[in-house]
């Protein structure tokens, strides 16, 4: 009972930002021992307390536990301009499975890095799959948006948005993203499913792709079967098991 309670305490605080200190970054912090953030199956990284840099803005990473409650623990980024003035503070409270420290990488490739906390490392559909915020400035803007995601890699998809590749050995999640002024909006999830192997090589030979209905495809003016039709024929689904046949079962009503 009182590890329940001490760990809805920590929840309250974070919720309340009330946990950290008001005081500026710490610039005597060593560099990260790993910039790139750690979202895939296998890898991991220490989460230490550590510094950033992109462009001009520092970014002073700090961690939180207590001894009773060593995880989940809580993760402080406090962003610094030119002059070492604070524009912006980031709590976020981890898992005790995040498999890794915070990172700086370019994920949508847009020429400016995003900050990437992995949160969590979770099972889905048999395989590792990471939890992640990936904290977005476009341009020269110093504020940072949030947007949650779960995968096992980021990557932009050659034609103007964010994918996340995620699932399991079987079947592929592809979540598209729209980069915005506001971080990212999600436009389409596609589930990519082997449907025939080889037994002998274990090549997947044929495959079923189906997308599913989000809100932010009014964002791009497709309806759920033009969404389907576009995603599905796109460069990142098409990587997904390359010359494999891709098979329509979808049967499609009127007004879809």
Known sequence: MRRLSLLAGVVAMVAAGTVWPTAGADTALPPCPQAVP???????SPH??????SGALDFAVTYWSVPELPQPRAVKVTVTDAAGEVV???????????PGGVGLQDVDADGR?????????????????????????????LHYERTQMVGQSAYPSGDGYLV????GL?????????????????????????QEVD?????????ICRAHQQDGLHAVGMTIRQAETAFCASPAANAIWPGAERLSVRVWGPGS
């Open 164 to 167: 996340v590749n995620g699932g």
């Open 199 to 207: 037994p002998a090589t274990h090549r997947v030979l044929t495959v």
């Open 113 to 141: 890095e995003e900050l990437i906390i992995p949160v969590a490392r979770n099972l889905f559909n048999g395989s590792p799959n990471t939890r992640f915020t990936t904290w977005r400035a476009p341009g020269d803007r």
């Open 38 to 44: 750690v979202i895939s199956p296998e890898g991991t």
């Open 170 to 194: 079987v079947s592929r999640d592809l979540t598209f993203y729209l980069p915005t002024g506001a971080g990212y909006t999600l436009v389409v999830v596609l589930t990519i499913e082997a």
């Open 48 to 53: 230490v307390d550590c510094s950033l840099r």
């Open 88 to 98: 912006q503070t980031i709590d976020e409270l981890l898992e005790p499975s995040s």
